[in-house]
């Protein structure tokens, strides 16, 4: 592989990610579901729904459209969609009975919990070895490489299958 004097040249950058992108979401997908989850039919967004749920605590629905990127309908589609198995739970906040608060059910945090430690392991060992800034770039790069998608998909117009799969803030 030719380098840079500091890394590899663009190109071999980019055919290194391309290889490696379907190999990284391969096995991603490959950590095992803990069995109180395996009936429920999860997709990545709920993941991510979860994940903000269990690192961010409860919030409520225009809370979590915020931190997700999407639209408030979107969020209240996918809580009422793992609220039905009990997997969350909605109360009312004490300081305006009005708003719902969204929290995951006592019986699936430590599920959940589990689930989410697989990824969440493995970043903490990368992460451990590289320094602040070079900690800063990766995330950059991982939020710039997706909206840098989004960009591309927008050209290509609605009816790109991944276009249909991230619904937008509206």
């Known amino acids: 592989m030719s380098t840079q004097s500091d890394g ?17 979401v391969g096995r991603a997908k ?26 961010d ?26 609220s ?3 997997v969350l739970e ?5 300081t305006d009975r009005r708003r719902r ?5 006592p019986a699936f945090t430590a599920p959940i919990g589990e689930w989410l430690s697989g990824s969440a392991c ?6 451990r070895d590289l320094t ?3 900690r800063a770039t990766v995330i950059t790069a991982l939020r710039a490489y997706e909206t840098a998608l989004d960009q591309d998909l927008d050209r290509f117009g609605e009816s790109t299958p991944l276009k249909r799969a991230r619904p937008r803030p509206t």
């Open 8 to 24: 590899p040249a663009v190109d071999e950058a980019v055919r290194t990610l391309l290889l490696l992108m379907p190999r990284l």
């Open 30 to 55: 490959r950590l095992p579901i803990p069995s109180a989850l395996q009936s429920l039919d999860l997709a990545p967004r709920h993941l991510a729904l979860l994940a903000h749920l269990e690192y």
């Open 57 to 82: 605590g409860p919030a409520s629905i225009n809370e979590l459209a915020a931190r997700l990127e999407v639209a408030p309908t979107t969020v209240s589609l996918m809580v009422s969609e793992l």
């Open 84 to 86: 039905r198995p009990g």
């Open 90 to 94: 909605r109360t009312a906040d004490p």
């Open 101 to 105: 608060i969204i929290a995951i059910a």
């Open 122 to 127: 493995a970043w903490k060992r990368v992460m």
């Open 132 to 134: 602040p800034t070079e």
